[in-house]
């Protein structure tokens, strides 16, 4: 069987850089990580091929003719060009699987109208499954993986199989789920509230897989690299040691929670394996609206002292600010605009408060 996993374009937004990624001469930012996991999880009697139609064009009429099987993955974001797809490739007779975040019990049935197989939650398990019925000629049009899978079994994603020159960075997931309780976000309630973690000896595994392949700096994806304080210290005590190995030759950046700051030895941690950059959910200044959506964790201690802490050891932080509070009101702006230069954030990623289906605040 011939298959073909495509991520299709991201639109214009917060996490597209479009307007700026000139300035690196990259093509677009991160790789999809999900699309070569299922490559990797593809027995190899199949012929597969990764594309990213946001590094890549699609053309719809001449892959209809070399593949049997299209998967597509996106995010509700995606919905549009995920479904405009799914149709082109269905009216010339291909077989569409569609999963990923667009998926919730809140959109299955949407997204069941433009698809032949529809998967909901982790797909570690139901993928493989998948394929062995379809060779039996028994596939089920939905599949759900109601537990939440062993990270252990997720296998080295086919990192081969992308253009990593066309990114300005590598991925490598460590871990999913968040133990925070943040109300307007999603990852709790779709991948749980224990982070759970590959071992220490898989994730070394593929950064050394995308050292070999020349990459020069690694963004760690997981939504809270810290979920898990143990397995993160271990994790990073070999990266410190790769390090070394490798004359300090990569960069690292990740995402965690402001209150980390005050872990003086998880920092120094971060600081002694090259992290130079973290993503940090500041969402406001006003410390009522961060206890109306149960923030709590940018609750410890100050804010503006915990981004300097960071500063303080060359980690550059970059935040994620929300407007749209109940308790905002026109001055909000102003106030997190001077909240921001006087924090010397460089890059600020400013939104609206969203309800995504499934939160505690939808």
Known sequence: MRVLFLNPVFPPSLWDFSLSRDIEGKRYTHPPLALPTLAALTPAAHTVRLLDENVEPVDVA?????????????????????????????????????????????????????????????????????????????????????????????????????????????????????????????????LGQRARSKDTAQIMAEVRAHHALGADSIFFVDDHFVGNRSHAKRLLEELVRFQREIGFAMAFSCQFTINLARDTEMVELLHAANFRRVFVGIETPRRESLASVRKKQNLVGDLLENIHLLQSYGIVVWAGMIVGFDTDDAAIFDEQRAFIAEAGIPVVMSGLLQAIPGTPLH
Not at 73 to 101: M, N
Request: aromatic fraction near 10%.
């Open 62 to 190: 001449t892959l209809a003719g070399q593949f049997d099987l299209v998967g597509l993955t996106g995010y509700y974001i995606q919905r549009h060009r995920v479904f405009e797809l799914a149709d082109q490739f269905r009216s010339r007779g291909v077989r569409v699987a569609i999963g990923g975040p667009i998926v919730e019990a809140s959109t299955i049935d949407t997204v069941a109208a433009h698809a032949d197989h529809v998967f909901l939650g982790e797909a570690e398990y139901t993928w493989p499954q998948f394929i062995a019925e379809l060779e039996a000629g028994h596939a089920q049009p939905r599949y759900e993986q109601t537990a939440f899978v062993d990270m252990r079994d997720s296998p080295p994603p086919r990192y081969e199989l992308l253009a990593l020159g066309a990114y300005s960075t590598a991925t490598i997931e460590t871990s999913r789920g968040c133990p925070m309780s943040c109300e307007f976000c999603e990852i709790p309630i779709r």
